[in-house]
């Protein structure tokens, strides 16, 4: 999460109020976005997997 806020500070030159709503629901969407991420590696994986054994 850090490493993403500070990409997103860097890159847009955006300094954060972190006691600010926005940066919360900043926050958020990160959080959710990288659940997004982690559950489709975890279903590409197992699809993978699936393809595999009944190949």
Same mark, same amino acid.
């Given at each position: 999460?850090?490493?993403? &806020?500070?990409?997103?500070? /860097? #890159? *847009? ?5 972190? &006691?600010?709503?926005?940066? /919360? #629901? *900043? ?29």
């Amino acid at each position: 999460m850090q490493k993403i &806020e500070n990409i997103v500070r /860097y #890159r *847009f030159k955006i300094e954060f109020n972190e &006691e600010s709503a926005y940066y /919360y #629901r *900043f926050i958020t969407h990160l959080k959710f976005f990288a659940q997004r991420l982690v559950e489709y590696k975890k279903t590409k994986q197992a699809r993978r997997c699936f393809f595999e054994s009944n190949a």
